[in-house]
T-cell receptor
Framework: DQQVKQNSPSLSVQEGRISILNCDYT??????FLWYKKYPAEGPTFLIS?????DKNEDGRFTVFLNKSAKHLSLHIVPSQPGDSAVYFC????????????FGKGTKLTVNP | DAGITQSPRHKVTETGTPVTLRCHQT?????MYWYRQDPGHGLRLIHY???????DKGEVSDGYSVSRSKTEDFLLTLESATSSQTSVYFC??????????FGSGTRLTVV
Protein backbone atom coordinates (compact mmCIF):
# COMPACT_ATOMS: atom_id res chain seq x y z
CA ASP A 1 0.00 0.00 0.00
CA GLN A 2 2.07 2.87 -1.33
CA GLN A 3 1.22 6.16 0.32
CA VAL A 4 3.58 8.22 -1.85
CA LYS A 5 3.76 7.43 -5.54
CA GLN A 6 6.14 8.57 -8.21
CA ASN A 7 4.77 6.93 -11.31
CA SER A 8 7.56 7.90 -13.69
CA PRO A 9 10.73 5.90 -13.01
CA SER A 10 12.69 8.07 -15.40
CA LEU A 11 12.59 11.37 -17.25
CA SER A 12 14.88 12.76 -19.92
CA VAL A 13 15.02 16.45 -20.89
CA GLN A 14 17.26 18.76 -22.87
CA GLU A 15 19.52 21.25 -21.15
CA GLY A 16 17.79 24.60 -20.74
CA ARG A 17 14.27 23.17 -20.87
CA ILE A 18 11.88 22.61 -17.99
CA SER A 19 11.89 19.38 -15.98
CA ILE A 20 8.63 18.44 -14.26
CA LEU A 21 8.66 15.63 -11.73
CA ASN A 22 5.36 14.43 -10.33
CA CYS A 23 4.28 12.86 -7.06
CA ASP A 24 0.91 11.66 -5.76
CA TYR A 25 -0.05 10.76 -2.22
CA THR A 26 -2.96 8.90 -0.73
CA UNK A 27 -2.81 9.76 2.98
CA UNK A 28 -4.87 12.90 3.59
CA UNK A 29 -3.11 13.37 6.96
CA UNK A 30 0.14 14.33 5.23
CA UNK A 31 0.76 18.03 5.59
CA UNK A 32 4.46 18.46 4.89
CA PHE A 33 6.15 17.48 1.67
CA LEU A 34 9.77 17.41 0.63
CA TRP A 35 11.93 16.66 -2.38
CA TYR A 36 15.32 15.01 -2.06
CA LYS A 37 17.99 14.66 -4.71
CA LYS A 38 20.37 11.73 -4.85
CA TYR A 39 23.57 11.27 -6.82
CA PRO A 40 25.11 7.79 -7.23
CA ALA A 41 27.16 6.61 -4.24
CA GLU A 42 25.93 9.50 -2.08
CA GLY A 43 23.15 9.94 0.44
CA PRO A 44 20.00 11.86 -0.51
CA THR A 45 20.18 15.61 0.07
CA PHE A 46 17.30 17.93 0.86
CA LEU A 47 16.19 20.08 -2.05
CA ILE A 48 12.96 21.91 -1.25
CA SER A 49 9.86 21.52 0.89
CA UNK A 50 6.30 22.79 1.16
CA UNK A 51 3.71 22.73 3.89
CA UNK A 52 0.04 22.19 3.24
CA UNK A 53 -0.81 25.82 4.05
CA UNK A 54 0.93 26.83 0.81
CA ASP A 55 0.41 25.85 -2.79
CA LYS A 56 3.79 26.96 -4.12
CA ASN A 57 7.33 27.32 -2.85
CA GLU A 58 10.29 28.60 -4.86
CA ASP A 59 14.02 28.36 -4.37
CA GLY A 60 16.05 29.57 -7.30
CA ARG A 61 15.52 27.26 -10.26
CA PHE A 62 13.37 24.89 -8.20
CA THR A 63 9.65 25.32 -7.56
CA VAL A 64 7.32 22.89 -5.85
CA PHE A 65 3.58 23.07 -6.43
CA LEU A 66 1.02 21.44 -4.17
CA ASN A 67 -2.56 20.62 -5.17
CA LYS A 68 -4.19 19.34 -1.98
CA SER A 69 -7.54 18.52 -3.54
CA ALA A 70 -5.83 16.26 -6.07
CA LYS A 71 -3.27 15.00 -3.54
CA HIS A 72 -0.60 15.86 -6.05
CA LEU A 73 2.67 17.74 -5.98
CA SER A 74 5.20 18.52 -8.65
CA LEU A 75 8.76 19.77 -8.80
CA HIS A 76 9.69 22.14 -11.60
CA ILE A 77 13.31 22.76 -12.53
CA VAL A 78 13.88 25.72 -14.85
CA PRO A 79 16.21 25.84 -16.66
CA SER A 80 17.45 22.26 -16.37
CA GLN A 81 21.20 21.72 -16.24
CA PRO A 82 23.29 18.56 -16.76
CA GLY A 83 24.27 18.71 -13.07
CA ASP A 84 20.62 18.21 -12.19
CA SER A 85 20.86 14.63 -13.47
CA ALA A 86 20.08 12.54 -10.38
CA VAL A 87 17.35 10.51 -8.73
CA TYR A 88 14.65 12.66 -7.14
CA PHE A 89 12.61 11.37 -4.23
CA CYS A 90 9.32 12.82 -3.10
CA UNK A 91 8.58 12.46 0.62
CA UNK A 92 5.69 13.26 2.93
CA UNK A 93 4.98 13.38 6.63
CA UNK A 94 2.54 14.52 9.25
CA UNK A 95 3.95 17.68 10.84
CA UNK A 96 4.61 17.24 14.53
CA UNK A 97 3.92 13.53 14.40
CA UNK A 98 6.51 10.80 14.71
CA UNK A 99 8.65 12.69 12.22
CA UNK A 100 8.74 9.69 9.92
CA UNK A 101 9.06 10.53 6.27
CA UNK A 102 7.40 8.28 3.72
CA PHE A 103 9.27 8.23 0.44
CA GLY A 104 8.25 7.53 -3.12
CA LYS A 105 10.27 5.18 -5.29
CA GLY A 106 12.11 7.98 -7.02
CA THR A 107 12.40 9.37 -10.54
CA LYS A 108 15.71 9.31 -12.36
CA LEU A 109 16.20 12.60 -14.21
CA THR A 110 18.66 12.82 -17.07
CA VAL A 111 19.44 16.24 -18.48
CA ASN A 112 21.11 15.97 -21.88
CA PRO A 113 23.60 18.65 -22.99
CA ASP B 1 29.13 16.54 5.77
CA ALA B 2 30.65 15.63 9.15
CA GLY B 3 27.32 15.81 11.06
CA ILE B 4 26.50 12.18 10.34
CA THR B 5 28.79 9.29 9.49
CA GLN B 6 28.09 5.68 8.67
CA SER B 7 30.47 2.78 9.05
CA PRO B 8 31.52 0.70 7.32
CA ARG B 9 30.99 2.19 3.86
CA HIS B 10 31.18 -1.22 2.22
CA LYS B 11 30.86 -4.73 3.59
CA VAL B 12 30.70 -8.21 2.15
CA THR B 13 29.48 -10.91 4.48
CA GLU B 14 28.38 -14.51 4.32
CA THR B 15 24.83 -15.77 4.65
CA GLY B 16 23.97 -16.57 8.25
CA THR B 17 26.50 -14.28 9.90
CA PRO B 18 25.51 -11.35 12.12
CA VAL B 19 26.30 -7.87 10.87
CA THR B 20 26.19 -4.52 12.65
CA LEU B 21 26.12 -1.17 10.89
CA ARG B 22 26.85 1.99 12.81
CA CYS B 23 25.47 5.49 12.47
CA HIS B 24 27.12 8.30 14.40
CA GLN B 25 25.93 11.91 14.64
CA THR B 26 27.46 15.03 16.10
CA UNK B 27 24.31 17.18 15.83
CA UNK B 28 22.60 16.04 19.04
CA UNK B 29 19.40 15.40 17.06
CA UNK B 30 16.62 13.52 18.75
CA UNK B 31 15.47 11.38 15.82
CA MET B 32 17.50 8.77 13.96
CA TYR B 33 16.40 6.42 11.19
CA TRP B 34 17.62 3.46 9.20
CA TYR B 35 16.45 3.08 5.59
CA ARG B 36 17.34 0.66 2.86
CA GLN B 37 17.38 1.55 -0.81
CA ASP B 38 16.67 -1.05 -3.46
CA PRO B 39 15.95 -0.72 -7.18
CA GLY B 40 12.23 -0.39 -7.79
CA HIS B 41 11.51 0.20 -4.11
CA GLY B 42 12.99 3.57 -3.30
CA LEU B 43 13.76 4.26 0.34
CA ARG B 44 12.05 2.03 2.88
CA LEU B 45 12.14 2.59 6.63
CA ILE B 46 13.61 -0.27 8.68
CA HIS B 47 13.64 1.13 12.23
CA TYR B 48 13.74 4.52 13.84
CA UNK B 49 14.54 6.07 17.20
CA UNK B 50 12.99 9.06 18.94
CA UNK B 51 15.42 9.09 21.85
CA UNK B 52 17.90 7.06 23.83
CA UNK B 53 16.53 3.55 24.27
CA UNK B 54 13.33 4.55 22.42
CA UNK B 55 13.00 2.74 19.12
CA ASP B 56 10.22 1.51 16.88
CA LYS B 57 9.73 -0.58 13.78
CA GLY B 58 9.36 0.66 10.26
CA GLU B 59 7.78 -1.02 7.26
CA VAL B 60 10.58 -3.58 6.60
CA SER B 61 11.86 -4.44 10.07
CA ASP B 62 11.85 -8.26 9.85
CA GLY B 63 15.37 -9.65 10.30
CA TYR B 64 16.71 -6.40 11.74
CA SER B 65 17.19 -5.05 15.24
CA VAL B 66 18.45 -1.69 16.48
CA SER B 67 19.90 -0.15 19.59
CA ARG B 68 20.45 3.39 20.76
CA SER B 69 22.29 3.59 24.06
CA LYS B 70 23.63 7.11 23.41
CA THR B 71 22.15 10.09 21.60
CA GLU B 72 24.91 10.05 19.02
CA ASP B 73 24.91 6.37 18.02
CA PHE B 74 22.26 4.23 16.32
CA LEU B 75 23.21 0.66 15.51
CA LEU B 76 21.48 -1.60 13.00
CA THR B 77 22.03 -5.34 13.40
CA LEU B 78 21.21 -8.09 10.96
CA GLU B 79 20.91 -11.07 13.26
CA SER B 80 21.58 -13.64 10.55
CA ALA B 81 22.25 -12.06 7.19
CA THR B 82 20.38 -13.31 4.11
CA SER B 83 20.87 -12.54 0.43
CA SER B 84 17.62 -10.52 0.44
CA GLN B 85 19.34 -8.08 2.79
CA THR B 86 21.89 -7.15 0.15
CA SER B 87 21.18 -3.46 -0.20
CA VAL B 88 22.39 0.07 0.38
CA TYR B 89 21.60 1.20 3.91
CA PHE B 90 21.16 4.86 4.80
CA CYS B 91 21.03 6.41 8.21
CA UNK B 92 19.26 9.74 8.67
CA UNK B 93 18.91 12.23 11.50
CA UNK B 94 16.34 14.87 12.27
CA UNK B 95 15.81 17.55 14.86
CA UNK B 96 12.12 17.28 14.14
CA UNK B 97 9.90 19.10 11.73
CA UNK B 98 12.43 20.02 9.11
CA UNK B 99 13.32 16.95 7.09
CA UNK B 100 16.30 14.68 7.35
CA UNK B 101 20.03 14.75 6.88
CA PHE B 102 21.27 11.50 5.41
CA GLY B 103 24.57 9.73 5.78
CA SER B 104 26.58 8.58 2.78
CA GLY B 105 25.31 5.01 2.99
CA THR B 106 26.65 1.51 3.58
CA ARG B 107 26.70 -0.92 0.69
CA LEU B 108 26.14 -4.39 2.10
CA THR B 109 26.55 -7.54 0.04
CA VAL B 110 25.48 -10.89 1.48
CA VAL B 111 27.00 -13.85 -0.39
Amino acid sequence: DQQVKQNSPSLSVQEGRISILNCDYTNSMFDYFLWYKKYPAEGPTFLISISSIKDKNEDGRFTVFLNKSAKHLSLHIVPSQPGDSAVYFCAASVWGGSEKLVFGKGTKLTVNP
Amino acid sequence: DAGITQSPRHKVTETGTPVTLRCHQTENHRYMYWYRQDPGHGLRLIHYSYGVKDTDKGEVSDGYSVSRSKTEDFLLTLESATSSQTSVYFCAISAGGDGYTFGSGTRLTVV
